[in-house]
């Protein structure tokens, strides 16, 4: 198929185009040209600003794509204008969203079917929903071909968030102590961010998926003592851990995001039967070969190098530290951790 990459040049986008290109697709992009890239030759460029309806128009008005993959659009104004331009020219239209759509629920799993919320996750989530609602209200009105797929955390080799991944691998590889969140047992999920790559191929031009939204991620849940435990295992360092309670968590996080990039005062657990129904995908990547798989990576790229300054977390281990209550350890070898307080 012939398919446009609206991004493409770095992490999500980049690994869809890679995952098309070894499909033996016809690829094509649309960015800026400001992101550093080593796209293959058979990459055909075309470039612009999507802020800029003129720069677009002249960009893409005119061109017929099989499927455009919108991995770059937060706000409707990025994606108004390429429903107008891509009417009755691309077959299908899928735009990558977020899990942060969905209203918090206190109960599992999170189907595609639960409502929004506007409220809880700002600007970003706001504009997420309404892009969402105006693709879908083109299908519903005018058949337009849009489908919306909703990645919970992605992670994987070239996250451009590093506190996701390579500040957990710093600190726990360094033998640092860690700070977490309440007793540690918070759920979380994230996927491979080629499995997200391989779902969106999967889906492309797959008319059962017009008007229709998928939650994709992957196949496991890992509490955070497991997230940490992971990477104790791939470091091979037994870690202390300090536990805040939830208020001083909320106040240290609030100083330094990178302190816990994750959603960490609930557990928002996905339903991806959807997806695996609908053209079949299901995830290869489990919590822990993706995590050893972006080591491997980070290993690679000499990550561990890199400078980074802790001495925010150095005080608050300072203050917090010391506690048997707030202390326990988790090891390499992957006993139970001891959690201070029963
Ligand atoms: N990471 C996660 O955990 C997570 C979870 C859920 C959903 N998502 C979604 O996944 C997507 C992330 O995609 P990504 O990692 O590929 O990167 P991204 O940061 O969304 O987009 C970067 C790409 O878009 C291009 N771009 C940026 N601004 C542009 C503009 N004004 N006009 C044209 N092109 C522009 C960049 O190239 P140039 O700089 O050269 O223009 C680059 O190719 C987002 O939609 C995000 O909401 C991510």
Redesign the pocket.
């Known amino acids: 198929m012939r398919a446009l990459v ?9 690994s869809l185009v890679q995952e098309l290109l070894e499909r033996g697709h016809q690829v094509a ?7 550093a ?1 080593e796209l293959p030759a058979a990459v055909q460029r075309l470039q ?4 800029d309806p003129q720069q677009v128009r002249a960009a893409l008005a005119g061109r017929d794509f099989d499927v455009v993959y919108d ?4 706000v409707p104004e990025d994606t108004g204008i390429m429903v107008e331009i891509f009417a009755g020219r691309a077959g299908h239209y899928v735009y ?4 942060a759509v969905y209203e918090r629920r206190w109960y599992a799993p999170v189907t595609e079917d639960f409502p929004y919320n506007e409220v809880e996750g700002g600007d970003y989530a706001r504009g ?1 929903i309404a892009t969402e609602r105006l693709l879908l209200q083109a299908h519903r009105e005018r058949g337009f071909p849009s489908s919306i797929v909703r ?4 992670f994987g080799p070239g ?3 590093p506190a996701r991944e390579q500040l957990w691998f710093r600190r726990i590889g360094r033998g640092r102590r860690v700070l977490l969140p309440g007793n540690g047992y918070t759920h979380m999920q994230y996927g491979h961010v080629r499995d997200l790559a391989r779902a969106f191929v999967q889906m492309g031009g797959n008319p059962q998926t017009f008007g229709q939204s998928y939650n994709v991620t992957g196949p496991d849940l890992v509490t955070m003592n497991g997230y940490v435990q992971l990477i104790s295992a791939l470091t091979e360092r037994d870690v202390e851990v300090v536990y805040l309670d939830v208020p001083e968590a909320a106040a240290a996080a609030a100083k330094d995001r990178n302190l816990l990039p994750f959603p960490w005062q609930y557990g928002r657990i996905p339903s991806i039967q959807k997806a695996k129904e609908d053209f079949g995908f299901w995830p290869s990547y489990n919590a822990e070969q993706c995590t050893a798989d972006t080591y491997r990576w980070y290993k690679e790229q000499e990550l561990d190098t890199e400078a980074y300054d802790f001495s925010y977390e150095d005080q608050l281990l300072a203050q917090y530290g010391g506690d048997p209550k707030r202390s326990g350890r988790i090891t390499a070898s992957g006993e139970m951790p001891q959690v201070g307080g029963g």
Do not use: E, H, I
């Not at 991995?71 to 937060?74: A, D, I, L, R």
């Open positions: 609206l991004g493409g040049s770095r992490f999500v986008g980049l992009v649309f960015n800026r040209g400001q992101t890239a612009g600003d999507r802020k991995v770059s659009g937060y990558t969203s977020t899990a997420k990645p919970w955390m992605v996250n451009p968030l």
